[in-house]
């Protein structure tokens, strides 16, 4: 019989780390699978995945700047993505009908909590931006009881907005990023895109607490701009999205597989193979 096959679409997608991640999950697991990965622009989508489905395809990956319409094109959701209106990873439901999930969240939290042994409860949690990955984000870190969660976007209607529609899961303050004077936090993500242009939001040297950690969704071979800036302002641990990048794979490949992949040695051989670079 035929492998079953999965894929992550995506624009820019030459340097995407998916198929190996989850190569080296269905290895680890003795599950049978291809993944492969493809270039597809937006206006392509719809027919691109209508068609992987219909050649017996049995779970997508979307990544920018596809996940809002991932999101429009699943039948239906998970409560997760519905609220973050983006959606990772399409998959046939047993009905046939395609079901959609967003797993970044998860894997965020799980990557703080599991990997670097942080509790969110009680902290003064900032986010860094307004876009997609804020929205994928900002519940599952409500649901952890920070004491406090500010979003600061550099476009603040942007941060207005948003808060405004995740006022039911908690409380939240939406602020512009110059607005960021009188107040440190514990914990800071970097959900902007400015990393990927070797960018850094500006903030003021005050904002991030004593002992505080930094985190960027982003990752890079070298240390992004703003793990280098939470090293250069005490940071206790500065990371960036490489582990997130992991964990959200592993959730997906629990969805299509049933079966938890070990994350831990995964995300040691990505660290010692950039390290060795
Ligand atoms: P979007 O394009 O949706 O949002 C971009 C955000 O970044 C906006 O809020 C924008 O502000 C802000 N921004 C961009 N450049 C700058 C700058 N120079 N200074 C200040 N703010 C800036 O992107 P996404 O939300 O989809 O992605 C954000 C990041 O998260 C990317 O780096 C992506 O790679 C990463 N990511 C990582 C994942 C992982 O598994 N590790 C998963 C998902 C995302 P404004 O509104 O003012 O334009």
């Known amino acids: 019989s035929q492998l079953d096959s999965y894929a992550v679409l995506g624009q820019p997608i030459m340097h995407s780390k998916s198929p190996r991640i989850h190569r080296l999950f269905a290895e680890q697991t003795g599950q049978h699978l291809s993944y492969s990965a493809e270039e597809v622009a937006p206006e392509e989508f719809r027919a691109v995945v209508a068609d992987f489905f219909a050649n017996g395809g049995k779970g997508l990956n979307c990544t920018v700047p596809l996940k809002e319409l991932a999101w429009a094109y699943a039948e239906y959701t998970s409560e997760r993505a519905r609220l973050s209106k983006a959606v990772n990873t399409l998959s046939v439901h047993t009905d046939g009908k395609i079901f959609g999930d967003?797993?970044?969240?998860?894997?965020?939290?799980?990557?703080?909590?599991?990997?670097?042994?942080?509790?969110?409860?009680?902290?003064?949690?900032?986010?860094?931006?307004?876009?997609?990955?804020?929205?994928?984000?900002?519940?599952?870190?409500?649901?952890?009881?920070?004491?406090?969660?500010?979003?600061?976007?550099?476009?603040?209607?942007?941060?207005?907005?948003?808060?405004?529609?995740?006022k039911t899961e908690g409380t939240l303050a939406a602020c512009g990023l110059e607005q960021l004077t009188n107040q440190a936090f514990d914990l800071i993500i970097n959900a902007t895109s400015a990393s990927l242009s070797q960018d850094l939001p500006a903030l003021p040297d005050s904002v991030l607490a004593t002992n505080g950690v930094c985190y960027d969704l982003a990752y890079a071979n070298q240390a992004t701009p703003f793990v280098q800036w939470g090293h250069e302002h005490g940071a206790r641990h500065s990371l960036d999205g490489l582990g997130m990048l992991v964990e959200q794979a592993a959730e997906a490949f629990f969805i299509w597989r049933g079966v938890r992949p070990d994350t831990q040695p995964v995300i040691e051989l990505l660290n010692a193979e950039r390290a060795a670079l």
């Not at 970044?104 to 703080?112: A, C, K, M, P």
């Not at 409500?142 to 500010?150: H, N, S, T």
């Open 102 to 166: 967003n797993t970044d969240g998860v894997g965020l939290i799980t990557d703080l909590k599991d990997n670097h042994h942080l509790q969110l409860s009680g902290l003064n949690v900032l986010i860094l931006g307004a876009g997609g990955a804020t929205r994928g984000i900002v519940a599952p870190i409500l649901a952890e009881q920070p004491k406090q969660l500010v979003i600061a976007n550099r476009t603040v209607a942007k941060a207005m907005q948003l808060a405004d529609d995740f």
